[in-house]
């Protein structure tokens, strides 16, 4: 513990050095800068804004990892951020060296582009593309896709239920491709429906932890289905009702999703099994949004004729990571369902201007509640993991959001330093 708060108050005290010493705003001709890097919605000389910033993070799964990113902010013409590029060069001992390049753009209101290109000098690497367009249709149509390919060497299985105990931990690289694509419908105020194809290839390999056994060495095929690898293609339908009054950084509102997504093995799944989803936000604000009350509710169940048989563990309910338990690594807990509570209030301590870039600074204490089941009837008090925390975030308003969440499990801390809001 001592050596957690350590190195958090070494990362705050080299974030505002650096900040003072280093950033700086340059106005950069738009030649200079071809598309997508800027368009016309910048001016002739588009305002740049540069800020290098430390990184450090101490997840449960990872380790420590440490380094250094450049953020470049280029403006559009009413000053609001219209990409961002995030170089970032860091160091792990399992990994090695990584070196990744964050791209966000943002030429025209109804349209984002996100790229993620990284390397690691071992197993890790994660290339991805995300595209949303929300200009067809007089705006009623999103569409939305996603593709990738990434592998984790510090991917954990612990064994399936709540309790799963620390001491049966094992380690492999959860290496995979795939592909996300939805198309939304906004067919009355408030409410959206989400047709969503979604391919997954998985292949589990040896992993980068060498202190820990190996998945196959303690598991097989007949405990945990999908150990082997699995390939699996399903459609999801959603009904959505929101709200927000905006999509990556609200204020207030509600927003209420309901998931259904069959899988089929004739149509390329890896079983035969349905998922159900459920999942409600709030988000209350106070003192004109000084103080905003955030909560949200998830339940997920996973079924199939023959129960957790032949469903693939990566296929079924999950807990654990920066987006739900954030007191553990990711995929801590594993089962046939889970339900999920997070409460997060969001003070906003000041707006700041520094290097022309408006920012709110907010600090967040939040307590996540959660618990894996085989069936939703076994769901106890007892079985419910309780990860206490505090969330720091820097955000520059409507679409940039960066964070660092401190949370607690029965095991210590974890760190997570990332962009967006973790809900």
């Given at each position: 513990?001592?050596?957690?708060?350590?190195?958090?108050?070494?990362?705050?005290?080299?974030?505002?050095?650096?900040?003072?010493?280093?950033?700086?705003?340059?106005?950069?001709?738009?030649?200079k800068l071809p598309f997508p890097l800027t368009s016309d919605s910048c001016a002739e000389k588009a305002k740049v804004v540069s800020i290098p910033l430390p990184v450090i993070a101490?997840?449960?799964?990872?380790?420590?990892?440490?380094?250094?990113?450049?953020?470049?902010?280029?403006?559009?013409?009413?000053?609001?951020?219209?990409?961002?590029?995030?170089?970032?060069?860091?160091?792990?001992?399992?990994?090695?060296?990584?070196?990744?390049?964050?791209?966000?753009?943002?030429?025209?209101?109804?349209?984002?582009?996100?790229?993620?290109?990284?390397?690691?000098?071992?197993?890790?690497?994660?290339?991805?593309?995300?595209?949303?367009?929300?200009?067809?249709?007089?705006?009623?149509?999103?569409?939305?896709?996603?593709?990738?390919?990434?592998?984790?060497?510090?991917?954990?299985?612990?064994?399936?239920?709540?309790?799963?105990?620390?001491?049966?931990?094992?380690?492999?690289?959860?290496?995979?491709?795939?592909?996300?694509?939805?198309?939304?419908?906004?067919?009355?105020?408030?409410?959206?429906?989400?047709?969503?194809?979604?391919?997954?290839?998985?292949?589990?390999?040896?992993?980068?932890?060498?202190?820990?056994?190996?998945?196959?060495?303690?598991?097989?095929?007949?405990?945990?289905?999908?150990?082997?690898?699995?390939?699996?293609?399903?459609?999801?339908?959603?009904?959505?009702?929101?709200?927000?009054?905006?999509?990556?950084?609200?204020?207030?509102?509600?927003?209420?999703?309901?998931?259904?997504?069959?899988?089929?093995?004739?149509?390329?799944?890896?079983?035969?099994?349905?998922?159900?989803?459920?999942?409600?936000?709030?988000?209350?604000?106070?003192?004109?949004?000084?103080?905003?009350?955030?909560?949200?509710?998830?339940?997920?169940?996973?079924?199939?004729?023959?129960?957790?048989?032949?469903?693939?563990?990566?296929?079924?309910?999950?807990?654990?990571?920066?987006?739900?338990?954030?007191?553990?690594?990711?995929?801590?807990?594993?089962?046939?369902?889970?339900?999920?509570?997070?409460?997060?209030?969001?003070?906003?301590?000041?707006?700041?201007?520094?290097?022309?870039?408006?920012?709110?600074?907010?600090?967040?204490?939040?307590?996540?509640?959660?618990?894996?089941?085989?069936?939703?009837?076994?769901?106890?008090?007892?079985?419910?993991?309780?990860?206490?925390?505090?969330?720091?975030?820097?955000?520059?308003?409507?679409?940039?959001?960066?964070?660092?969440?401190?949370?607690?499990?029965?095991?210590?801390?974890?760190?997570?330093?990332?962009?967006?809001?973790?809900?």
């Open positions: 513990m001592n050596l957690q708060i350590k190195e958090i108050s070494t990362y705050s005290l080299l974030f505002f050095m650096v900040l003072l010493l280093g950033g700086c705003t340059n106005h950069v001709a738009r030649e101490n997840s449960p799964n990872e380790g420590i990892t440490y380094g250094a990113l450049g953020a470049f902010l280029i403006h559009n013409r009413n000053d609001e951020i219209h990409t961002l590029l995030a170089p970032q060069v860091n160091y792990n001992q399992n990994f090695g060296v990584t070196t990744s390049l964050y791209s966000a753009f943002y030429p025209k209101p109804t349209t984002n582009i996100e790229v993620n290109l990284s390397q690691s000098t071992n197993i890790n690497y994660d290339y991805g593309v995300k595209l949303r367009d929300t200009s067809f249709m007089d705006k009623k149509l999103e569409l939305n896709l996603h593709a990738y390919g990434f592998a984790d060497g510090s991917a954990r299985f612990f064994g399936f239920q709540a309790r799963s105990p620390f001491q049966m931990q094992t380690n492999y690289t959860d290496q995979e491709t795939g592909y996300t694509v939805s198309a939304g419908y906004e067919f009355a105020k408030y409410f959206q429906f989400v047709v969503q194809d979604r391919f997954r290839d998985v292949q589990i390999r040896q992993g980068a932890i060498k202190n820990l056994p190996n998945i196959k060495d303690r598991f097989s095929e007949n405990d945990v289905p999908g150990i082997n690898g699995f390939r699996t293609h399903a459609v999801r339908f959603s009904l959505i009702h929101s709200t927000l009054d905006h999509r990556d950084t609200p204020t207030y509102g509600g927003y209420m999703r309901l998931s259904f997504e069959p899988t089929f093995k004739a149509l390329g799944g890896a079983a035969d099994y349905r998922d159900y989803e459920v999942e409600i936000k709030g988000y209350i604000p106070f003192d004109n949004a000084r103080y905003i009350t955030v909560a949200r509710f998830m339940y997920n169940q996973t079924l199939n004729d023959k129960a957790r048989d032949n469903v693939p563990f990566l296929e079924q309910s999950v807990l654990g990571g920066e987006t739900s338990l954030r007191g553990y690594g990711r995929n801590r807990f594993i089962d046939n369902t889970f339900v999920l509570i997070n409460l997060e209030e969001r003070i906003r301590l000041f707006r700041w201007e520094i290097f022309n870039v408006t920012a709110d600074w907010e600090v967040a204490p939040f307590l996540d509640l959660g618990s894996v089941m085989h069936d939703f009837k076994q769901i106890s008090a007892k079985t419910f993991e309780y990860n206490p925390g505090v969330g720091f975030r820097a955000i520059v308003r409507p679409n940039i959001v960066g964070r660092v969440d401190i949370g607690v499990g029965r095991n210590g801390p974890a760190v997570f330093v990332g962009l967006g809001y973790p809900f």
